[in-house]
């Protein structure tokens, strides 16, 4: 069984920067995509961001140039460093994995921007 915590949330004013991590754990023989979601109270989750086994990256048109992925294979970690912080960015962020061809969640961070 593959395990996911996150951790790097909170509270943060408009313009400020956060980074979340997601750090996976347990018997896992291969890594694949890491992406992280978010959602936000009454809206539908969204992919934020995405990164390959090989670096490649691709983000939602609304975080582009703000935020940036970024993995640690050896330690099994992904990154997610969000700067220039809107209020419209708040929301539950989530990371999801690719393990041993099996998908996995974390639990997820709150992620609150004050204006």
């Known amino acids: 069984q593959v395990q996911l915590v996150e951790s790097g949330g909170g509270l943060v004013q408009a313009g400020g920067s956060l980074r979340l991590s997601c750090a996976a754990s347990g018997t896992i023989i291969s890594i694949g995509a890491m992406r992280w979601y978010r959602q936000a109270p009454g809206k539908e989750r969204e992919l934020v961001a995405t990164?390959?086994?090989?670096?490649?990256?691709n983000y939602a048109d609304s975080v582009k140039g703000r935020f940036t992925i970024s993995r640690d294979n050896a330690k099994k970690i992904v990154y997610l460093q969000m700067n220039s912080l809107k209020p419209e960015d708040a929301a539950v962020y989530s990371c999801?994995?690719?393990?041993?061809?099996?998908?996995?969640w974390g639990q997820g961070t709150q992620v609150t921007v004050s204006s």
């Open positions: 990164i390959t086994s090989g670096g490649s990256t």
């Open positions: 999801n994995v690719i393990a041993n061809l099996a998908s996995y």
